[in-house]
C-alpha cells in the first residue's frame, strides 16, 4: 500500500513494534500492541507515517507470536523477529532493500502513539537539507513539558539547555553494515556511565555530565567514531519523544490524542 500524499517521497521507513509491554498493561506482552486511546500504539505510528509527505515504502517489524495479516493494509512489509534492536533493524533494512531501497531510511519505534505527521515530515526534511549519514532528534524540555505537562521525562543538560532524545533515527542505508554493530553497543551502554565513558572518554563523558558539552560537540565526536556524517537535530516537536513506557504515560498521551 503506497502512500500517495507525495508525488516525491524521500525516505522509507521502519517501525520496530516489540518491546515489553507488561509494565503497561500486564494483558499486553508485545508493547506496540497496549491499546492507547482505543487504538494499538503501533497503529497510532503507522498512520502518521502514512500522512507523512515525505515517507514512501513501510516495514514493521514486529514480534514472532503476532498476527500478521492485520498489518498488511498500513504497512507494506511486515517481518516478525525477536532479535535485539539492532537485529530487528536489520531485519527491516533487509526487507527495504530487497524492495529497491538504496538511501535514507527512517527507523521510528512502535511506542509514540501521538508522534505527528509534521513531526516526521520535518525531523527528515532537516535530515535531507543537512546532508548528513545518520541523524536524531532532540526536544528541548520547555517543549516536551509544554507539550506533554502530565508526564515525567528525563532530561540531560548542554550548552543549548536541557534536552532528551526522540524515539526516531534516520541512517543512510548504505553504510548500514558499520552502523549495526556499533549502534547495538550504544544502546546497550546507554543506561551504564562508566561503559559509555569507556567508547566516548573519560574527558567527553565528563564534559556531557556536567553540562558542558553542545550539539556541535556530540556531531562532531559521534562522526569521529563512526566515521560518518552525524547530525543531532533540535525539534520543537514533542510528539517524536513522547514514548509510552508506564501506565501514567498512557493517560498524558490519551490527553494529547483527544
Known amino acids: 500500500m503506497k502512500n500517495t500524499n507525495s508525488p516525491s517521497p524521500t525516505v522509507d521507513a521502519i517501525v520496530l513494534a516489540g518491546g515489553d509491554g507488561s509494565a503497561i498493561d500486564p494483558k499486553t506482552p508485545a508493547k506496540g500492541m497496549v491499546q492507547v486511546a482505543g487504538k494499538p500504539m503501533l497503529q497510532w505510528v503507522l498512520e502518521a507515517l502514512r500522512q507523512a509527505k515525505h515517507v514512501r515504502t513501510i516495514a514493521v517489524v514486529l514480534p514472532p507470536d503476532q498476527d500478521t495479516s492485520g ?3 498500513l504497512a507494506d512489509k511486515v517481518i516478525c523477529s525477536n532479535g535485539k534492536i539492532s537485529d530487528n533493524i536489520v531485519e527491516g533494512v533487509n526487507a527495504l532493500t530487497a524492495s529497491g531501497t538504496d538511501g535514507l531510511i527512517i527507523s521510528i519505534t512502535s511506542d509514540i502513539p501521538s508522534v505527528t505527521p509534521k513531526a516526521i515530515d520535518d525531523f ?11 541523524s536524531y532528534p532532540m526536544v528541548r524540555e520547555a517543549d516536551m513539558m509544554a507539550a506533554y505537562p502530565d508526564t ?3 532530561f540531560f543538560k548542554l550548552r543549548e539547555g536541557k534536552v532528551t532524545g526522540g524515539n526516531a533515527m534516520i541512517l543512510d542505508s548504505r553504510h548500514f553494515d558499520r552502523l549495526r554493530e556499533l549502534g547495538q553497543e550504544v544502546f546497550e551502554a546507554r543506561k551504564n556511565p562508566l561503559r559509555m565513558a569507556n ?3 573519560a574527558r567527553f563523558a565528563l564534559k556531557l555530565a556536567t553540562g558542558r558539552l ?4 556530540l556531531e ?4 569521529k567514531i563512526l566515521g560518518l556524517r552525524c547530525a543531532a537535530i533540535l525539534t520543537s516537536n514533542a510528539s517524536i519523544g513522547a514514548d509510552v513506557d508506564k501506565p501514567e504515560d498512557v493517560a498524558a498521551v490519551e490527553k494529547k490524542l483527544k
Open 220 to 223: 562532531e565526536k559521534l562522526g
Open 152 to 154: 515525567q521525562r528525563t
Open 214 to 217: 553542545s550539539i556541535n560537540d
Open 71 to 73: 498489518w498488511e493494509q
Open 199 to 201: 567508547m566516548v572518554g
Open 124 to 134: 527528515i526534511a532537516e535530515t535531507i537539507e543537512r546532508q548528513v549519514d545518520i
